[in-house]
């Protein structure tokens, strides 16, 4: 982290107030300092499609084996990735804030789970659950034969596909609704690593400060939300973030001290 950067986090003073309630809105960002590239980023063979023309519900239906094989390479890539000192620090974060934390993410990867972290809205769904294209059921990979793509349902017969938002669909109505009650409700909203270009996440921490939540950003370029923020740091999420879950832990030391004597 460059040294202004340092300095501005060192300055910042929450308080007991401040992580009455916290939520965290994660993106590709964090994932990307566990060397998982971005949607974009895809090398070697397949290059030559544009993800646009795989996930899509189209794209399934026309090739769903092409599809598959696509899904299968990138969770072949997050396989081999871990978890980093920002998923982790947010695990700590939830355990300390114990109930007063929402963690929201637009990742696929499962790399938060794979943290420790538990009970997290996940916006695009799981590159790692398969979900059947007519029943809805959802299934392990153990209970289907990916020996020919697509896996088949085993209670229905339809086409098993992966349980992410392809282009073109709307996300869970639940989860979002979920997710706006929890930024609505937020003393403290952290927008880490997102682009906060796509919508409807794009507009959780604008929703979160209207409603009165001290907004940081964490994110290598500045964004959309950047001017609005209380605090807009260029920096990577696994610098900023064990940083910030210190201060919390700090300010709950304190505060039970205080109640002790
Ligand atoms: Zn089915």
Same mark, same amino acid.
């Given at each position: 982290m460059s040294s202004p950067e340092l300095t501005e986090l060192e300055r910042l003073r929450l308080t007991p107030g401040h992580i009455e309630r916290v939520v965290v809105l994660t993106g590709a960002g964090i994932s990307a300092e566990s060397g998982i590239p971005t949607f974009r980023a895809v090398d070697g /063979?397949? !290059? #030559? /499609? #544009?993800p646009e023309d795989l996930a899509t519900p189209e794209a399934f239906a026309q090739n769903p084996q092409v599809v598959w094989e696509w899904y299968l390479a990138r969770r072949h890539t997050i396989a081999q990735a871990d978890p980093n000192a920002g998923h982790y620090a947010l695990v700590e974060m939830d355990k300390l804030l114990s109930g007063q934390f929402t963690l929201i993410t637009q @990742? &696929?990867?499962?790399l938060h789970q794979r943290a420790?972290? =538990?009970?997290?809205?996940?916006? =695009? $769904? @799981?590159? *790692?659950i398969n979900r059947c294209s007519l029943c809805s059921r959802r299934f392990s990979?153990? &209970?289907?034969? *990916?020996?020919?793509?697509?896996p088949v349902c085993p209670s229905c017969r339809g086409a098993i596909r992966p349980d992410v938002v392809w282009f073109g669909e709307n996300l869970n109505i639940s989860t979002v609704e979920d997710a706006f009650t929890r930024a609505r409700e937020a003393t403290l909203f952290l927008s880490i $690593?997102?682009? !906060? &270009? &796509? =919508?409807p996440a794009a507009t959780l921490p604008i929703v979160a400060a209207e409603n009165g939540a001290f907004l940081i950003e964490v994110n290598p370029e500045l964004t959309p939300i950047s001017e609005g923020a209380d605090l807009s740091l260029r920096a990577p999420a696994s610098r900023v973030l064990p940083r910030i879950t210190e201060m919390i832990r700090t300010i709950l030391t304190s505060t039970a001290s205080k109640k002790l004597s």
């Open positions: /063979y397949w !290059s #030559r /499609y #544009r @990742n &696929v990867d499962g420790g972290s =538990h009970d997290l809205f996940e916006l =695009h $769904g @799981n590159i *790692f990979d153990e &209970v289907l034969n *990916f020996q020919e793509l697509p $690593g997102t682009s !906060s &270009v &796509v =919508h």
